[in-house]
């Protein structure tokens, strides 16, 4: 049986695939020939991870199409109870790039607190000759220990998040609509663990109370921080989106950076993509990464092989 990862699949998945009988293609196949492919291949299992869609066109045109696969959590990009209604298996992989997103976050966050998104900017151009400049421009960091970190969403890169936050002494706070608490446990490199208990709040009282806010929700609607939000949140604060683009109005983020509402924002997902607003790309209080929350080679390999056990349980 043949299965298409057009948006790409680790080795190790491939490995476990083989294994287990199925033909893994990995040809990028354009959008608008996906279906043609589809059926002229017999292609049983579609996996795809943002940059491929699976709508309701290319589900009644597949007739032979057995399963949905997205790599990742997110499967705002595949139509899926569309897809079940009509008997296909939608798969996805939410807790393989749990890990790799939340160390994102405080990449974008010790960046920021550092000046290093905008000294990474500034050192080729000034570097030879303002660099005592610099040195001044960009000696005003602060230490994230013993701050507190606000985690909106507190599933499972939540929980990820909370865990490295615990870990480097930050005080950790949470909202989430669907749980009151949650046991996060903190692992040591030696086996040993510490387990911390957070109990969530209300989304108003953690913008309130948080120095840096991190995102973890899926795409909605309606904004879930736009300038109502902004203003909930202290002076100086500073707000991470590593989760969907559309979750923040990003037109109220860029004035809350220019009126000094916040110190800075780090943004891994944006509303426009892959053509990102330019005035957002432009702006020197944002820390900017091409939507690459799960793309380390670890989480890969955990996505590529827990999709090959899903597949071949469901059609073994």
Do not use: W
């Amino acid at each position: 049986m043949n299965i298409l990862a057009n948006d790409g699949i680790s080795q190790s998945g491939v490995d476990a695939l083989t294994a287990n009988g199925f033909n893994v293609i990995t040809t990028n196949v354009a959008q608008e020939q996906l279906v043609a492919y589809i059926n002229d291949n017999d292609i049983v299992a579609l996996l795809v991870r943002s940059a491929t869609t699976a709508r309701k066109d290319l589900i009644d045109a597949c007739p032979n199409l057995k399963i949905i696969g997205r790599g990742g959590v997110g499967m705002d990009n595949i139509d899926v109870d569309y897809a079940r209604e009509k008997g296909l298996h939608v798969i996805n992989t939410p807790a393989a790039s749990s890990a790799s997103v939340a160390e994102l976050v405080f990449a974008h966050l010790y960046g920021g607190v550092r000046f290093l998104h905008d000294s990474n900017r500034n050192m080729p151009l000034e570097g030879e000759s303002n660099f005592k400049g610099l040195k001044k421009a960009y000696a005003k960091g602060v230490e994230l220990r013993g701050k507190t970190l606000g985690i909106i969403g507190f599933g499972r890169i939540g929980q990820e998040a909370a865990k490295i936050g615990l870990g480097i002494g930050m005080n950790v706070i949470a909202a989430d609509k669907f749980m009151d608490s949650a046991t996060v446990k903190v692992a040591l490199f030696n086996g040993q663990s510490i387990d911390v208990e957070v109990k969530t709040q209300s989304m108003e009282s953690v913008l309130a109370e948080a120095d840096y806010v991190t995102l973890h929700v899926p795409a909605q609607k309606e904004y879930v921080i736009g300038e109502a939000q902004f203003n909930q949140m202290k002076d100086g604060a500073v707000i991470v989106n590593a989760a969907r683009g559309g979750v923040i109005d990003e037109v109220a983020l860029l004035n809350a950076l220019d009126s000094g509402k916040l110190a800075f924002a780090g943004l891994d997902t944006f509303e426009d993509e892959p053509k990102p607003a330019i005035k957002v790309l432009m702006h020197p209080k944002v820390s900017l990464t091409p939507h690459i929350g799960a793309a380390t080679g670890e989480a890969q390999d955990r996505i590529g092989v827990e999709l090959a056990e899903q597949i071949s349980a469901i059609l073994a």
